[in-house]
């Protein structure tokens, strides 16, 4: 059985490796994010919103080094939950992203952590996500790089029509309640 399933996660490692591009920010992304996040609200500050968008693109390749990831972000979830790999779990990168811009200690902008429920087809799924201070997740922008194995992905979260996206809490409790736990 063991010989089976190393069988399956490589030809899913051979099928899916196209599926994994190299970096291909560019500065231009770099801007492009900044002045949405800056667009968020005239209270935020150009400076901090600049900020945050070179931390969030140039902190998902330090991640996407340190969790080793060289597949699409599947299959490295595979290696993660095999054992062939430490970190590199939505849930790791959500952590992490989140982890590093609190340490900025924004005044204009606020961060949350984002969860999109399982569905029929998709397993649960946590990104980080950025608004305006004061505003609820709904007015921000996703900060996803695990769902392309760390190059970034970000959009309003309301544009980003691939995943439902709700506060973690609030799926969290869903979640427990569902499943007879206490919530």
Known sequence: MKIITTLLV????????????????????????????QALGPEVDPNEARRAAEIAYSYSQQLKREYRVTDSA???????????????????????????????????????????????F?????????????????????LDPWRYGGDLFWAPVVDDTRYNWRPRMEVREELLRASGGVG
């Not at 970190?87 to 900025?104: F, I, P, S, T, V």
């Not at 998709?122 to 996703?142: E, N, P, T, V, W």
């Open 10 to 37: 490589i030809s899913m490692t051979l099928v899916l490796a196209g599926c994994s591009a190299g970096p291909s920010e560019t500065q231009g992304d770099v801007d492009d994010l900044a002045q949405s996040i």
């Open 74 to 120: 599947i299959v490295h979830n595979a290696k993660v939950i095999n054992g062939f790999r430490e970190r590199g779990l939505c849930n790791h990168w959500a952590e992490d992203m989140l982890k590093r811009l609190r340490q900025e200690e924004f005044r204009t902008l606020s961060l949350h952590w984002v969860t999109s429920p399982p569905t029929t």
């Open 122 to 142: 998709r397993i649960i799924h946590h990104s980080a996500l950025i608004s305006k201070a004061g505003d609820s997740m709904y007015q921000g922008i996703i």
